[in-house]
């Protein structure tokens, strides 16, 4: 088990290097510094600048100063746009809404999806089941993007229900949408896969065995039938957290709950490389490590797996 | 939003089996596909897609980028209407909401179209090359592509788009950048198993060369399972643009894409213009739903297997 980690772990450290030095030379490479504007600044001035933010050492130098100062002080360096906050500052304002609705969403997603495919696999070819199959496809082909504008529409602009925008910690009203927008496409991928690979399991051998010996079939399905069931759900629990991520920027500009991905967009649309930069090795990090701990835990769950 | 690997592993079995003597399994999938009535559902969807996004102009009687100042900023006037010709109503900027779904909808099959070609070629000879050497070759060519898709894409994609500007030549070069990686995976599975079929070790004892043997042995063995896996992944890369486009970070005015449509139509339809948000929605979907019967209808095809 230990060298199965080992193992996982020489392939996440190495991608994380690849992600930061990758997109270290990606903004490096972009036309015009961080200091070319329309007004022309002198030489000298310009020459201070880029030393005081030792732009003017070697690249590799700039590489490892970056890296060391993640790694030591978990710093990532001042924002290019706003020149009285650091790029720590914007994430520490926006990152725990984000965080917030997107563990909400990512358990609602869990939960959900897994009780409707369980559902309807025991409930197979009834009405119930037609019910569960019909929503899992209908979800699939509403992204966040879609549901959002949907939900703000039903909710905010027709019943007037929920606020159409904005968050509070306290009010769970704002929590709402965000958390069904950026979760119904994957409770709908999850109960697909519940629904199938339980199906498959149903039909095996040792469900069989622990129905002649008479087991009521809750216990079955609890204790027999759910965890191999469940290998297939773990294995795309990965890329389902890198794609929640990623539309938890549609949320953020959405709904304006004022979390990181909004600052992401700005900075995209501001060119303030460092901004982007920074919040693409956080939630790079918080993916590859979320990758680990998913194959941890399939590692362990899962007794075909060779160490 | 899912293509489920394990379906796919048993796909790949399945087109790789040896055919009994009697109809080819080419044959036999023809006259399945066409028995699956989702399946031609979802091929008539297409086909009405696609008709619309090519002949669609023929029956636009306004110009995508002409403005009706008749209609302009006025509500009332720019809903759909027979009479001036603006079938799906304008926008709020009077263009006409018709010809600018047409468009959108070329740029978004066109995206998804030429990202998922990229995807074909240059996944299918990567993993076929990495599975038929096998060792070392595979383990490092494998191992990068592990790397590569624990990265959240969607913000290097960005950053990319951000540095290198905004235009649709960098989009598909992105979205092609990333959508090689999967395919190359289930490609690779599927040629480790076919390189250990009777024919390639007797090809390969009379000596005829590795590069031969995969053009001429291994690539048409794998149409199976990349043509499935083609069908499922443009739906993928329609998603991708059309999130990027929704952020307002894709295709730049006055060209257009269902995802900028649908943003625009999110925008305004708090002063109840919901056509522009319907049309374009409706269309989106029907695309997707088209895409993902027909790749399900394939893959059920030629791996028929009770689910």
Not at chain 1, 180 to 190: E, F, K, R
Not at chain 2, 155 to 176: C, D, E, N, P, Q
Request: glycine share 8%; aromatic share 12%.
């Amino acid at each position: 088990m230990i060298v199965y980690i080992l193992k996982r772990l020489a392939i996440a450290i190495p991608t994380l290097l690849v992600l930061i030095v990758a997109s270290f030379m990606l903004m490096h490479a972009a036309p015009g510094g961080p200091f070319t504007s329309e007004r022309q600044v002198p030489p000298e001035v310009l020459a201070n600048l880029n030393a005081k933010y030792g732009l003017d050492q070697p690249l590799w130098r700039q590489i490892v100063t970056y890296l060391w100062g993640i790694i030591a002080h978990f710093d990532f360096g001042p924002s290019f746009t706003y020149k009285d906050r650091s790029v720590n500052d914007i994430i520490a304002q926006g990152f725990p809404v984000t965080l917030t609705y997107g563990f909400l969403s990512f358990i609602a997603a869990v939960l959900v999806g897994v009780s409707l495919g369980v559902t309807a696999a025991i409930k197979r070819n009834t009405l119930l089941d037609y019910i569960a199959v019909g929503i899992s496809i209908g979800a699939q082909v509403l992204p966040n993007f879609v549901m959002a504008p949907i939900l703000v529409l039903i909710f905010t602009l027709t019943l007037h229900w929920l606020p159409g925008g904005g968050w509070s910690f306290d009010d769970p009203r704002f929590w709402i949408m965000p958390v069904v927008a950026l979760s119904t496409s994957y409770m709908a991928s999850i109960a697909r896969i519940t629904r199938s690979s339980m199906l498959e399991v149903l039909s095996s051998n040792h469900i069989r065995t622990a129905r002649a010996k008479g087991l009521p079939s809750r216990k079955i399905i609890l204790r027999h039938a759910l965890k191999p069931a469940l290998l297939p759900v773990i294995s795309y629990l990965g890329p389902a957290f890198v794609s929640m991520i990623t539309g938890s920027v549609i949320v953020d500009v959405y709904f304006t709950t004022g979390g990181i991905g909004k600052s992401f967009v700005d900075s995209a649309l501001n060119r303030d490389y460092a901004v982007m930069m920074g919040i693409t090795i956080l939630l790079g990090t918080l993916t590859i490590f979320f990758n680990l701990v998913v194959d941890i835990i399939y590692g362990w769950i899962d007794p075909k797996i060779r160490y | 939003m899912v293509i489920d690997e394990r379906k796919m592993a048993s796909l790949a079995e399945a087109t790789s089996r040896e055919d009994v003597a009697g109809r080819s399994l080419w044959a036999n999938a023809r006259r399945r596909f066409f028995q699956n009535k989702a399946a031609i559902f979802g091929l008539c969807l297409l086909i009405f897609v696609v008709a619309f996004a090519l002949f669609g102009n023929w029956l636009a009687a306004w110009n995508n980028s002409d403005i009706d100042y008749n209609v302009m900023g006025d509500r009332v006037a720019s809903a759909p209407s027979f009479a001036d010709g603006h079938y799906f109503g304008a926008d709020d900027l009077g263009r006409d909401l018709f010809a600018r779904t047409v468009q959108g909808t070329q740029i978004s099959l066109l995206v998804g179209v030429i990202g998922t070609m990229i995807a074909v070629t240059v996944g299918t000879l990567y993993g076929a090359i990495a599975g038929y050497f096998g060792g070392r070759i595979d383990g490092f060519m494998m191992r990068l592509v592990d790397i590569l898709l624990a990265i959240p894409y969607m913000f290097v994609l960005i950053l990319l788009l951000v540095i290198y500007g905004r235009s649709i030549g960098m989009l598909f070069v992105g979205v092609g950048l990333i959508s090689w990686l999967e395919m190359a995976r289930i490609v690779r599975g599927q040629t480790l198993t076919l390189k250990n079929r009777e024919y390639v070790e007797a090809a390969r004892a009379i000596g005829v060369p590795s590069a031969t043997i995969i053009r001429r042995h291994i690539l048409p063995n794998l149409v199976g399972v990349v043509v499935v896996f083609a069908t499922l992944l443009v739906p993928l890369m329609i998603l991708t643009e059309s999130f990027i486009s929704f952020l307002g970070l894709g295709v730049q005015e006055p060209m257009t894409s269902l995802g900028a449509l649908i943003s625009e139509g999110a925008g305004t339809m708090n002063y109840g213009t919901l056509w522009q948000l319907a049309f374009p929605l409706f269309f989106f979907i029907i695309t997707l739903f088209g895409f993902y019967f027909v790749g399900d209808g394939l893959r059920d095809a030629l791996d028929p297997k009770e689910r």
